[in-house]
Nanobody, 117 residues
Framework: QVQLVESGGGLAQPGGSLLLSCSIS????????MGWYRQAPGKQRELIAG???????NYQDTVKGRFTMSRDVVKNMVFLQMNNLKPEDTAVYYC???????????WGQGTQVTVSS
């Protein structure tokens, strides 16, 4: 049974930064494509950043140049460095396999990111 635990969210001012972490237990990630998703109130969950099994990152246009995804396959963790945050980045952030169609059915609790002055 895979367990996902996201952390690092909080309140940030526009232009600020946050570092999100996701710990994965019950399954190794070194051969998996992983992703960061977010879900804003009233909206569907969307994939915003992904990393292929060989470590190549890709980003949704709305976060490209501001967010950086990384991973530590030894610690079985993925990270999302978020810079130059905008109010529209406010959402609950989750990690899981990417793309969504391949995601584990069990999701973590997510971590809330609120960007507001």
């Amino acid at each position: 049974q895979v367990q996902l635990v996201e952390s690092g969210g909080g309140l940030a001012q526009p232009g600020g930064s946050l570092l999100l972490s996701c710990s994965i237990s019950g399954g190794g990630i070194s051969r998996l494509s992983m992703g960061w998703y977010r879900q804003a109130p009233g909206k569907q969950r969307e994939l915003i950043a992904g990393m292929t099994a060989d470590g190549s990152p890709n980003y949704q246009d709305t976060v490209k140049g501001r967010f950086t995804m990384s991973r530590d396959v030894v610690k079985n963790m993925v990270f999302l460095q978020m810079n130059n945050l905008k109010p529209e980045d406010t959402a609950v952030y989750y990690c899981n396999k990417a793309p969504l169609i391949r995601a584990w059915t069990s999701w973590g609790q997510g971590t809330q990111v609120t960007v507001s002055s």
